[in-house]
């Protein structure tokens, strides 16, 4: 079984460059969340994708977007990088339906630094 | 709204001594409650989980015990060891939610 997989581990970025990070799902889930991890802070949500919509978000402005793909595997699109985009950024998965009993499975994440 | 409220940290211990990370929440109805570890480098994992009142998490020698009268999951464990050093995230996910509220996270330092 294929866990959470992220790419790329670490990135550099400039304020105001854009950013896709990429997110392959766990096999068997069509469920797929954002989370930004800033340093000593716990997860914040952003958005997920369920069927390829998405479906929920957190207080985050429109410059963070994303997609799924039929495959089920994400990506987050952050345009016009600000400094405190700098962290963690973490995908994880889950079963949909009756097999989702709310945990959560991450990948290892993105790091990204906005200079 | 749902929030969870951990001890800060980081907590550090000697190896084999007594652990105890306090997780208190606040959220409406009766939410499963969850302790992830994010070790060095990594993303974070399930630790265990308990979904109802008085029910007993419990994994690697971590347990923690859904306390609905005083809203709180403390995770406790009884000897730890250097490589139990990470960090430890406290969260609940209440009834009809898809959507977890985390706890800052407790960095945990073992020493030898």
């Known amino acids: 079984e294929t866990g959470v997989t992220q790419s790329p581990t670490h990135l550099i970025k400039t304020r105001g460059q854009q950013v896709t990070l990429r997110c392959s799902s766990q096999?068997?889930?069509?469920?797929v969340s954002w989370y930004q991890q800033a340093l000593g802070q716990g997860p914040q949500f952003i958005f997920q994708?369920?069927?390829?919509?998405?479906?929920g978000r957190g207080n985050f402005p429109p410059r963070f977007s994303g997609l799924q793909f039929p495959n089920y595997s994400s990506e987050l699109n952050v345009n016009a990088l600000e400094l405190d985009d700098s962290a963690l950024y973490l995908c994880?998965?889950?079963?949909?339906?009756?097999?989702?009993?709310?945990?959560?499975?991450f990948g290892e994440g993105s790091r990204l630094t906005v200079l | 709204g749902d929030s969870v409220t951990q001890m800060e940290g980081p907590v550090t211990l000697s190896e084999e001594a007594f652990l105890t990370i306090n997780c208190t929440y606040t959220?409406?109805?009766?939410?499963?409650l969850f302790w992830y570890v994010q070790y060095p480098g990594e993303g974070l994992q399930l630790l265990l989980k308990?979904?109802?009142?008085?029910d007993k998490g419990s994994n690697k020698g971590f347990e923690a015990t859904y306390r609905k009268e005083t809203t709180s999951f403390h995770l406790e464990k009884g000897s730890v060891q250097v490589s139990d050093s990470a960090v430890y995230f406290c969260?609940?996910?209440?009834?009809?939610?898809?959507?977890?509220?985390f706890g800052r996270g407790t960095s945990l330092i073992v020493h030898p």
């Open positions: 994880a998965s889950t079963p949909g339906g009756s097999k989702n009993t709310g945990e959560l499975f």
């Open positions: 096999s068997g889930h069509n469920t």
């Open positions: 994708y369920y069927r390829e919509e998405e479906n």
């Open positions: 959220a409406t109805g009766y939410p499963s």
């Open positions: 308990a979904t109802k009142a008085d």
């Open positions: 969260a609940l996910l209440s009834g009809g939610s898809y959507i977890p509220t």
